[in-house]
């Protein structure tokens, strides 16, 4: 069984990513800029919107509770007793008064005490008709008072509630605006992170086509297509972690500036809070991280295994291993469900939870403080400063809680972006050049070719041979035998190092890879279709008219295409030709290769089961397709190859016979036993 | 919702215990949520009134800081055990969910394709885990905190709450109006990136057709206004999606207004309510208008659940059809073989599969059978093999009705070589070692010969211990081939069939195969399905099979002077040889 350890290779450094991102990052730098500003604006705003409420508690509800002036009537007195007052503000001249909420044995009510209490002075007890108050130097003194009935206390309010009314107003406004910018600021960095994604597809669609062939034989088609199209979405996670960190910051600054405008020691002292909440993040997060990282790659393998016996319940149940798989499964089912227990403990004890904890122990910190601060000879505490500030802090805490939410995701983010990278920065196809007009006659030469792939056995060894223009040419040979290799040296998909291939006399490196491609109509094993319309895949890319299609179909004996559909050759064709048969496939390529008229062909016989009937419509239409036309069949039906001109035979990578199929047959060597072990003579 | 009760029942019953503490921890952690509110506003109202003393700040702090170690606490362990019943049930259901796979009979899974039975383990029972636990936990505490929150309220001034809760039922509307939008719009976007997977798609795998026909940059330009296309479609998508929360936050914003006009008119009225008492009461409005937000959304998500509760529900609940009688025994060993009047008929076929098949295989002999593609050749070994339900007729072995053998050990007589290879994601050596049976009496080192597939191993850089499959390398079809028959020559059983598993091996190959078998199986009954007629030349008998029925049958000569479909098959394959002489 496979070993668990599957390392995620990073090749590249955090750093060296985010650099790359940063230069895609400066192709949407107005959109970015956007959505900064509305971020500042209203990260600034939400600062004020607490102080708001503060201001009308303060002023028009609280307030009330003052020392109030007697003066003559104007705009800013209220009426009392038929005589007039107005809040002290320090300048006025005339009789003080202190209207106070005082509650004794339980009973609380408000009085309007005539004198000019300071904010330490206390109202210990009612004494007759006078009230004793207790002094900050703890002298007691008597004063006379009066009680206030609500109506009396709805005079002293005066016109709180139109002022109440206005600040509403003002708070609505400033909400309004704060939310307008929000959608804004979302918005614009929502699109600028798509804009990345589409970027970042483009880059990639750009270097697929200049691939070496080698890299699409090498990784799996789905892998390839994955990182095209999923890892470029999972790369806006970097976005969303810079731009989190990044109004986390201006969160952080916005809120410090109003926590130390209210009280500055408060706000030195949840600076302790920081350190911790650093280490926390750190140890957390890592540990989370490999975990995390863990239990993927288990899912991951425990959805391959599920999808494997999926497939293969037939074969399991038929050799009777549904008890042994199942423990296989169970194994891994087990150890996955081990680990995500280990994830839940460290998560709960050490996650978000506690994160919130320390954010209730700063705000019964905050209590402890300003309710003792009451208690000290400094200026007087009032009870929305505790409310303000614990608002405060908890937008000091929920930036944090974002960034660490987002990190979660950074990791993912770094994995598909270093992807791509890996991608972006392959090794590419050298020499493709440019089409020009070369058409050439189709005489190859092959001259002392030795080839491999990797280290290890040569696949071709010496291949000499040379043809005539127009000649139809077989290859033989069992598997690996180096067949097919000689056709993609010739297609240059790989890049010779030993020994020449001639094409009209000359080294074939000399004429550009396009050129030379331009000039070979090539039918692979698994014939590529496209999704659109019969026509559409023959054209394939040429402008041509439904008649020069249909003529070349007919050419062919694909009667049944241009016929036999209802809709002709305007028939759909699903992605990649899921609704054609294999037989079809192969008309349809060798429709775009008599179209194109090169005069080179290479047909790599499918090895698939086709029945005896497709077959030879095969034969017959390459029989058309090979006239005047230097053609190699790499055949595994030595009957396709029966009319050759030429038949190499292959193994190992050299040729061991050549001759036409007569010569060959009498020969009595390998080409005669090939051929009577298929037809079991 | 009752669904899930009604489904999970096992569950449930079986933890009952966890689901009762969470219950009970919800309501702790909810009702401790809403003490700091309360504390707040009786602060700020002692400072106000001037009634504070040292001793009640000392209290205030204490009693927070242990409400807030219990909330810690009791949240904790509930997150705790939500989870980790989650995780249970996520295990149980895989677990489930393969066994009875294991269970089925060929027809369940010609009902449910297997990239559907995939997607069902995976992503349904990801999501019947996590919303017959997270979810539903979750829409409790939402339940609980509206409960909670809205009694504090009321327990304040109900006049006051009923005026500032009044807008809230808007968010309601704001959800069943924006939401269906929002996902229509979301499937679109998924579908254009679904497009454009597929094109990128068939532009890799078809890369050298692709630089063959120096189309490369035609195709970049396709790709490239495919993906500018989801671009598009994704920004307008954009453009609605975040219109939720700011109108969200405009229906909240409306009742605090008239929490805090219509409360500063309490306190200047003096109508028992005080400045603290404002305070508080924002707070737990807040409390409550946040879960009103969720609970749209939780309970949609619950509800659509339901689909994914059927579909896994339809696999664990699944039967086999083809089930063991109580008196089924074992099988010891095959050595005659009979089909009578054999026919099966798919119940929603018009047209039977097979019809009135007839044959007798003796131990020692080779049966061979041709016929072209559909022509019911391997529904009938099929039926040997207990995969299809036999819906006419008999088969015996050993003169007993096959169902009088128990599945398993009728299986375990018979070696079968499959016509799609599957190798699974293992070294080359496990593979083969699938095949071991008790009656194994050949080394895996005897049997990769007798297969033709020890020229292969120096090819693969591990030998045996190579990792084929998904995980390793890609093995060639002949290899494939060669591969599945030296795992079933491993078996060393009574019986082996060869289904059609000869066409990616060249000639050369198969002759070397079919005379290692006659060598060496010559005591094993043979069954060889096949397209190419060479392959069955030598056996004992030969069956064409054409419509579900035998239309010709006999030894080669027979056949061959019977000028009929074999003769004529066999001629076209041979017609070069004619020709050469």
Known sequence: ?681 | MVKIFRDLNWFIKKNWFKYLLIILLTILFTYSVTLPAQFLGDIIDKIDRKTIDRDYVIYIFIAMAVVGLVIYLSGALKRYCTGSLTHKLFYNLRYNFLTSLFKQDADFFEEIYAGDLISRATSDVGTVSRVSTHMVFALFDTIMMLIISSTRMITLNLKLTLLAVTPLPIIFLIVIILRPKISQNWRKVRAQVGYLNNQVMESVSGAKLVRGFVKEKDDEQKLVDSATLAYKIERKSVLLRSIFMPSFRIVTLISMGIAIAYGSYLIIHQMDFTVGNLISFNIYLGMFSSPLFQLGNQITFIAQSGVSFDRINEVLDAKPTIKDKNCAKELMGIEKIEYQDVSFKYPKDQNYSIENINLTIKKGQTLGIVGKTGSGKSTLIRQLLRQFPITSGNIFINEKPINRYKKESVRLNIAYVPQEHMLFSRTVLDNVKLGISPATIYSIDEVIRMADFEKDLPFLHDGLDTMVGEAGVTLSGGQKQRLSIARALLRNSDVIILDDSLSAVDGMTEANILRNLKEFCSHQMKIIVAHRLTAVEKADEIIVMDGGKIVERGTHEQLMENKKWYYEQYLVQEMEDDYAK
């Open chain 1, 1 to 681: 069984m496979r070993n668990n350890k599957e390392k995620l290779p990073l090749k590249y450094s955090t750093r060296t990513i985010l650099k790359r991102v940063f230069k895609y990052a400066l192709k949407s730098t107005s959109i970015l800029a956007v959505s900064i500003v509305f971020l500042i604006i209203f990260s600034v705003l939400e600062i004020f919107q607490p102080l708001i409420i503060k201001k009308i508690i303060d002023d028009e509800l609280s307030g009330v509770q003052a020392v109030w002036v007697e003066t003559t009537a104007n705009e800013e007195t209220i009426t009392y007793g038929g005589k007039f007052y107005q809040k002290d503000d320090g300048t006025l001249i005339g009789d003080r008064y202190t209207l106070r909420y005082f509650e004794a044995e339980g009973k609380g009510k408000y009085l309007f005490v005539f004198a000019s209490l300071a904010e330490k002075d206390k109202l210990i007890r009612y004494e007759g008709n006078q009230i004793i108050v207790q002094k900050e130097d703890n002298t007691e003194e008597k004063y006379e008072y009066s009680s206030l009935s609500p109506n009396d206390m709805l005079s002293f309010y005066g016109n709180s509630s139109e002022k109440i009314g206005y600040w509403l107003m003002i708070y609505a406004i400033v909400a309004i605006i704060i939310l307008v910018s929000r959608y804004i600021e979302t918005v614009s960095f929502t699109s600028a992170s798509m804009k990345l994604t589409l970027d970042m597809r483009k880059s990639a669609f750009e270097k697929v086509n200049r691939l070496p062939i080698s890299y699409f034989a090498r990784e799996p088609h789905g892998k390839t297509v994955t990182k095209m199209i999923y890892d470029s979405e999972g790369v806006r996670g970097l976005y969303e972690v810079i731009f989190s960190i990044f109004s986390a910051v201006v969160s952080l600054v916005t809120v410090y500036f109003g926590l130390f405008t209210l009280e500055p020691k408060l706000a030195w002292l949840t600076f302790i809070a920081f350190p911790l909440l650093y280490v926390w993040l750190t140890v957390y997060r890592k540990a989370i991280n490999k975990l995390n990282q863990f239990i993927r790659e288990m899912n991951s393998r425990i959805n391959g295994k599920m999808a494997e016996f999926t497939n293969g319940v037939s074969i399991i149940q038929l050799f009777n291993q549904e008890k042994n798989m199942t423990e296989e499964y169970d194994e891994m089912l087990t150890n996955n469900y081990k680990t995500k227990m280990k994830h839940l403990r460290i998560n709960t004890l050490f996650g978000y939870d506690l994160l919130i904890l320390i954010r209730r122990m700063l705000v019964a910190f905050v209590l402890l403080y300003f309710g003792l601060k009451y208690f000290s000879p400094e200026a007087a505490v009032i009870g929305t400063t505790i409310y303000v500030y614990i608002q405060y802090l908890e937008r000091l805490v929920n930036p944090i809680t974002e960034i660490f939410s987002n990190l979660n995701s950074l990791e993912d983010s770094l994995v598909s972006a270093s992807r791509i990278f890996e991608f972006l920065d392959e090794e590419e196809d050298t020499g493709l050049g440019e089409v020009t007009d070369l058409k050439l006659t189709g005489e190859i030469e092959f001259r002392n070719v030795t080839f491999k792939y990797v280290e290890g056995k040569n696949v071709l060894e010496n291949v000499t041979f040379k043809t005539k223009p127009g000649q139809f040419i077989g290859l033989v040979g069992h598997t690996g035998s180096g067949k097919t290799t000689l056709m993609s040296l010739l297609e240059r998909y790989y890049d010779l190092k030993e020994g020449q291939i001639l094409v009209d006399g000359i080294d074939y490196l000399t004429y550009s890879k396009q050129d030379i491609r331009n000039n070979i109509g090539i039918i692979l094993q698994d014939v590529s279709i496209f999704e659109g319309t019969i026509k559409s895949n023959v054209a394939f890319g040429l402008e041509v008219s439904d008649e020069e299609i249909e003529d070349i179909l007919l050419q062919i004996g694909a009667h049944k295409f241009v016929n036999g559909f209802s809709k002709g050759i305007h028939t759909e064709v699903s992605f990649m030709g899921d609704n054609l048969s294999t037989g079809e496939k192969q008309l349809i390529a060798f429709a775009r290769i008599l179209l194109r008229n090169p005069s080179i062909i290479i047909l790599d016989e499918a090895t698939a089961n086709i029945d005896t009937e497709t077959e030879l419509m095969i034969q017959k239409s390459l029989m058309v397709l090979s006239k005047n036309r230097t053609t190699f069949v790499v055949a595994h039906r030595l009957s396709t190859i029966r009319n050759a001109d030429m038949i190499y035979v292959l193994e190992d990578g050299k040729i061991v016979e050549n001759g036409n199929h007569e010569q060959l047959y009498r020969k009595k060597g390998k080409y005669r036993a090939m051929y009577e072990a298929q037809y079991n003579k």
